[in-house]
Nanobody, 121 residues
Framework: QVQLVESGGGLVQAGGSLRVSCAASGRIFRVNDMGWYRQAQGEQRELVAVISTSGVTNYADSVKGRFTISRDNAKNTVYLQMNSLKPEDTALYYC???????????????WGQGTQVTVSS
C-alpha cells in the first residue's frame, strides 16, 4: 500500500501565507511527478501545481507568482508554499503522486485525503 498524508492547511486572512506538505510512504520503488490539486465547494477538482523528479514545475495561471511547489526526493515529500492568498483560493487541497510500487510494476496515481485551506476576506 501507498499512503499520501497531507498537513499544514488551516485558516488565514487574505494576503497571508500557508505552507502545505505531503509525504508519501509505504511500498514505494520510485515516485515520479508529484502535485497539488484543489476542489472548492461545488466545483470540479483542478490542478494547482505539479513538479517532476528533476524539479520542472507547472502552475495553474491563477496561482502563478504566488504559489511555489517544491519537493524532497529523498523523503518522497512535496510542498506547496502559498503566498498572497485570496478568498478564491479557499478549497480542499489534495496531494497527488505517481508511484511505482515495485521494479516490475507500472506507475499509478495516488491521492491524499485532502487538507482544507480557508482564506477569509
Amino acid at each position: 500500500q501507498v499512503q499520501l498524508v497531507e498537513s499544514g492547511g488551516g485558516l488565514v486572512q487574505a494576503g497571508g501565507s500557508l505552507r502545505v506538505s505531503c509525504a508519501a510512504s509505504g511500498r514505494i520503488f520510485r515516485v515520479n511527478d508529484m502535485g497539488w490539486y484543489r476542489q472548492a465547494q461545488g466545483e470540479q477538482r483542478e490542478l494547482v501545481a505539479v513538479i517532476s523528479t528533476s524539479g520542472v514545475t507547472n502552475y495553474a495561471d491563477s496561482v502563478k507568482g504566488r504559489f511555489t511547489i517544491s519537493r524532497d526526493n529523498a523523503k518522497n515529500t512535496v510542498y506547496l508554499q502559498m503566498n498572497s492568498l485570496k478568498p478564491e483560493d479557499t478549497a480542499l487541497y489534495y496531494c497527488n503522486a505517481n508511484v511505482r510500487r515495485t521494479a516490475l510494476s507500472n506507475f499509478a496515481p495516488y491521492w491524499g485525503q485532502g487538507t482544507q485551506v480557508t482564506v477569509s476576506s
